[in-house]
């Protein structure tokens, strides 16, 4: 009996260690609104994310969790105005900026032109590697 109540407990102190996996994707400042990001990226200086998603893509979920759930990346990200787009909300956005597949990161100088379109996920490393790459190219 003593056996089985503690690997009860030992089932139970691993399962509460678990539980918290979720990413903290709200360390990192998101909007929606992407003309406003705009201004504000002209007004700071700062090149603009866009990270467009859909809700059923299950890539995007994991770039959630993985990346931008990652504390250095979401320290990096100071560095940027980040919006958040969901394509199937905003079809006309995903064209303009050539977005074929989920995830799609979209780099903008602040003025608004683009420096690269980055299709597909990444994992944190590559993707602090990718931000390194995209501030040298927009004069950061």
């Known amino acids: 009996m003593k056996k089985f109540l503690f690997a009860g ?3 139970l102190v691993f399962m509460c260690g678990c ?8 360390q990192i400042s998101w909007s929606d609104d992407l003309t406003q990001s705009l201004n504000t990226a002209q007004q ?19 770039m959630d969790k ?17 919006v ?3 394509a199937e909300q905003h079809l006309d956005l995903a064209k303009k900026y050539h977005v074929r597949g989920f995830p799609c990161t979209v ?14 996920y990444l994992d944190a490393r590559d993707f602090l590697s990718l931000l390194t790459k995209v501030l040298a190219e927009a004069g950061k």
């Open 44 to 62: 700071e200086g700062k090149p603009v994310l866009i990270d467009f998603y859909t809700r059923w893509c299950g890539w995007c979920k994991r």
């Open 66 to 82: 993985d990346t931008y759930g990652n504390k250095d990346v979401a320290s990096a990200l100071l560095g940027f105005v980040c």
């Open 9 to 11: 407990i030992i089932v």
């Open 19 to 26: 539980a918290n996996v979720e990413a903290d994707v709200s």
């Open 107 to 120: 780099f903008l100088r602040s003025d608004g032109e683009i420096i690269t379109v980055v299709p597909g």
């Open 84 to 86: 958040k787009v969901n």
